[in-house]
């Protein structure tokens, strides 16, 4: 018998980096948007060429999105890379965007995404 720990599902990421977000539905990400906060659309370019683009939102590469975000960092984007502006990152079905913005936000902080 294997006595290692097991990997964690991918169910179970999900539900641990989406614990103390809050999900927006699309007509939510508008309404946050209308009020100041910045959508950030992670899509891959693929997906982007596919869907097309998301009117108003910033395209930031998931994989240099923490760089962006961080005010400390020297490739951040100013705009968005302020610990009081509201980031709603946006993806194609809510996966990417979960993970990114627990990563991003981290489990305490009280930055909201």
Not at 46 to 63: C, F, K, M, P, Y
Request: with cysteine; aromatic share 2%.
């Amino acid at each position: 018998m294997d006595s290692r720990p097991q990997p964690i599902g991918v169910e179970e990421l999900l539900d641990e980096a989406r614990t103390g977000l809050r999900r927006l539905t699309p007509a939510e990400a508008r309404a946050a948007a209308d009020g100041g906060a910045a959508l950030v659309d992670i899509r891959s370019e693929s997906q982007l060429a596919r869907d097309g683009e998301l009117s108003g939102a910033t395209w930031i590469a998931r994989n240099v999105l923490e760089w962006r975000l961080d005010p400390r960092s020297p490739d951040r984007v100013d705009e968005l890379a302020r610990p009081d502006r509201l980031i709603v990152v946006v993806c194609d079905e809510g996966y990417q965007s979960s993970l990114a913005a627990r990563l991003c936000v981290g489990s305490d902080s009280t930055r909201p995404m």
